[in-house]
């Protein structure tokens, strides 16, 4: 405020101490004190800047570590449900901006204050020319206003169009980035189609780029005009007064500088409001993305089972599951009614898509029921800590994502608290001993190739042994192995059948597989399709009772005879 203030009254200052033939040293005097103030404010201006961007940067990394953390912590469900993941996004997009909103509403209500005092030092000096000049520049003024909230509103409406449309064009430029998919990119000569999709997306951004553009042009043309027209009214009045004599040069200087000024501070007054209002609404994607609703008890709950009370029964009573996305009347699982008894080891077998899968994120906790309750040693896993309750799991599921890390931190999910013997027992418990051997580095070397130059790469069998291996690190009470050896060759997968017995010692196991010859060593298995189980039993009970299961166990044991008769 001081500064525009400061130079507008030294070009008046300046202009009346040449009409008045003051010495040259009182002109150099001038000057001199001048622009050693204008220094000085500069310094200082530089100084706070500076300040200013470390700390900004600073909170952009807390915000986005609080998101980032919510996001880890948050039921599963909720990472797997597009709307949550759309208000991930917006907050995210905030954090990651530089200006996180919370933080930088405090700088625009401190500029919407300091825009008022502006308004109230420079039209006290206004108001004694002429009021109509305030009068326009007000007008004007609310009219910016009108127009930028005009503007505000209709991207606030919009924007869920295009956060959407963000989101598939990040996931198709990611692809090119993944070493993962770059050998299927090139076999498959994938990157026209790839190309043609992501540029009809960028296309389908674009209309509403434009659209934002188009209105964003109209408002500032308006502006301009409403400015051609407010300067043309002051320097109209201004003239007259020189003409009549009431004024001089330098207090029209002056006075043009105090005009084009409360102008600027009412402008100022319109952005800052409005950057208040967008800011508030940005607040308001953190407050959405925090306060959705968890389901699972995240604070204090049951306690854990002792050892005593080791292994652990898991009993469903009447579960249902469907997707959020999905229609309420089809379900993924319906009406389960099973109890995994302590120590048992349950498989689960099943077509594709009759949810087996679905039925060990229930199991796991990671998703909630649609109905019906899910119980550990008698007591409703709603009850525990769901973090405490993730405890009690060693899983490997069939999506395989690994780290950019060294052996060691993946097996051990640690960066400083390895137990280095431990990590090499497990490895060799679960068939990688001899690859990570032949390593440079041994359980030293780093994963993810791309990501560091002496990264090594994994075959698919590797990778999912190395699963195997962080899952029986964590030695943890139940066991879950969903497709276990569908990377595996035949010889590694019997391997891995000799060894289970060992691997699931006082523990309960559930083991999901296609391949029924695999099932053969669980104490019970149930058959499941269409999301519910409609076979249950040991393997020579379902075998006695000829259906659904000893069908496929039959086509299956065709399949691999008429393989052996080829060969």
């Not at 559930?510 to 391949?515: G, L, M, P, T």
Request: charged share 20%; hydrophobic share 40%.
């Amino acid at each position: 405020m001081f500064l525009p203030l400061m130079a507008t009254y030294f070009s008046k200052v300046l202009i009346e101490a040449v009409e008045t033939k003051q010495s040259v040293k009182t002109v150099v005097l001038i000057i001199a004190v001048y622009f050693s103030a204008f220094l000085c404010i500069n310094l200082f201006n530089s100084f706070c800047q500076s300040r200013l961007q470390m700390r900004q940067y600073n909170l952009s990394c807390l915000y986005q570590n609080a998101i980032s953390e919510k996001h880890m912590r948050t039921d599963y469900a909720n990472t797997d449900n597009p709307e949550a993941n759309i208000k991930y996004q917006n907050a995210m997009n905030d954090a990651c901006s530089g200006q996180c909103s919370p933080e930088f509403i405090w700088h625009s209500l401190m500029s919407l204050l300091i825009s008022f005092l502006g308004i109230f030092t420079y039209g006290s000096l206004i108001i004694t020319i002429s009021p109509w000049i305030l009068v326009i520049l007000f007008l004007s003024a609310y009219i910016t206003y009108l127009i930028s909230r005009w503007q505000r509103n209709y991207i606030e409406k919009n924007k869920d169009n295009w956060v959407a449309i963000d989101r598939k064009i990040g996931y198709l430029q990611s692809l090119s980035e993944k070493f993962d998919h770059s050998k299927d990119i090139r076999i498959y000569g994938m990157f026209d189609w790839l190309t043609e999709i992501l540029t009809k997306f960028q296309n389908d951004r674009f209309v509403w780029t434009k659209k934002v553009s188009a209105r964003s042009l109209g408002g500032s043309i308006i502006g301009a005009l409403l400015m051609l027209i407010q300067n043309c009214v002051a320097y109209t009045v201004l003239i007259i007064m020189v003409l009549r004599g009431d004024m001089g040069a330098g207090d029209f200087v002056f006075y043009f500088g105090i005009i084009t000024g409360f102008s600027a501070w009412l402008n100022g007054i319109v952005n800052n409001y409005n950057d208040v209002v967008h800011k508030s609404i940005k607040i308001g994607y953190y407050r959405e993305y925090f306060e959705i609703e968890e389901k699972y008890k995240h604070e204090k709950g049951c306690p854990l089972p002792t050892k005593d009370e080791l292994p652990v029964d898991i009993e469903f009573f009447d579960v249902s599951y469907c997707y959020p996305s999905e229609d309420e009347e089809k379900y993924a699982l319906k009406n389960i009614n099973l109890k995994i008894r302590k120590g048992e080891k349950l498989a689960i077998v099943g077509q594709n898509g009759a949810g087996k899968t679905t039925l060990v994120k229930l199991i796991c906790g990671l998703y909630y029921p649609s109905s019906g309750d899910i119980k550990l040693n008698g007591c409703s896993i709603t009850q525990y800590n769901i973090e405490d309750y993730y405890s009690l799991f060693s899983v490997v599921f069939q999506d395989i994502y690994l780290l950019p890390v060294s052996i060691a931190e993946f097996v051990s999910s640690s960066e400083n608290k390895i137990d280095r013997e431990r990590v090499m027992a497990v490895i060799e418990q679960a068939g990688l001993a001899e690859k990570i051997n032949s390593l440079p580095n041994g359980i030293d070397s780093r994963l993810m190739k791309g990501v560091f130059d002496d990264s090594i790469e994994m075959s698919g069998g590797e990778k999912q042994k190395l699963m195997l291996a962080r899952a029986l690190y964590k030695d943890a009470p139940v066991i879950v192995l969903d497709e276990p050896t569908a990377a595996l060759d035949p010889i590694a997968e019997n391997e891995l059948y000799l060894k289970y017995n060992d691997l699931t010692k006082n523990k309960t196991s559930v083991y999901i597989s296609h391949r029924l010859s695999s099932t053969r060593f669980c104490d019970r298995i149930i058959y499941l399709e269409n999301g519910e189980i409609i076979e249950f039993g040991t393997h020579d009970e379902l075998m006695k009772l000829g259906g659904k299961y000893a069908h496929m166990f039959d086509l299956q044991s065709h399949y691999y005879r008429r393989n052996l008769k080829d060969e």
